[in-house]
Each structure stands twice: as structure tokens, then as C-alpha cells.
């Protein structure tokens, strides 16, 4: 879990302590915040990040917030494609669509 204060430190430790101990799900503990990223995290295991819908993890000018190496990809292969069936879309293009259509982000951040 990452508490207060949430940032990048308590991301790490928490993506440490969770990959350590064979995978889980990290959550979050600040109420509503946004998490800044200096650099990527490499994903190697079974790990699932969960904000709640109230965490937003922020990039700057990082182009990519997660690397997936090792076991790990098909697991989020497979979690892309729970989301694509749960959204009732075939790929990404309408996955940003419906994202536009809830009124989640404007078409600036959605590709």
C-alpha cells in the first residue's frame, strides 16, 4: 500500500515489497492525489496497480510509466483483454473512443 505522503518513493517501495513477496496488487492510501513519475517501473511479476479511480500516476515527459519484462507480459495482456470485453470494444482505437464518449480525458491525452 502506498500512503501518505503518495509519490514516487512510496510507489517504488511498494512495487519492491509486492514483486519481492511473488505479486499482488498495490493500492493506495492519500484519497485523491497524482502520483509523479521520474522514470519507467519495471514490471517482472504478477502485479496489479490499483488507484481506486481516485490516483492519477503522472509521467511528465516520460513516454512510458510501465516496462513489462519477464512472467509479467501475459498478465497484462491478459488484463487488456478483460477490460476490452468488459468495454464490449475489438482493440485500442475503440477503447480511446469510449473513453472519449464517457467524458474520460480529452482527445489531447487520449492518443
Given at each position: 500500500m502506498v500512503g501518505?505522503?503518495?509519490d514516487e518513493t512510496g510507489f517504488n517501495a511498494a512495487l519492491?515489497?509486492?514483486?519481492h513477496s511473488g505479486g499482488g496488487t498495490i493500492t493506495f492510501d492519500c484519497g485523491t492525489a497524482t502520483v509523479a513519475f521520474?522514470?519507467?517501473?519495471v514490471i517482472t511479476g504478477d502485479?496489479?496497480?490499483?488507484g481506486g479511480d481516485?490516483?492519477?500516476?503522472?509521467?511528465g515527459n516520460v513516454?512510458?510509466?510501465f516496462y513489462v519484462g519477464g512472467t509479467?507480459?501475459?498478465?497484462v495482456r491478459n488484463h487488456v483483454s478483460n477490460i476490452f470485453a468488459k468495454l464490449q470494444v475489438a482493440d485500442r482505437a475503440q477503447a480511446m473512443d469510449a473513453a472519449r464518449r464517457a467524458g474520460l480525458g480529452s482527445s489531447d491525452h487520449l492518443g
Open positions: 501518505p505522503p503518495c519492491e515489497f509486492v514483486q521520474t522514470s519507467h517501473k502485479v496489479i496497480v490499483d481516485r490516483i492519477t500516476l503522472d509521467g513516454t512510458r510509466l509479467g507480459q501475459k498478465t
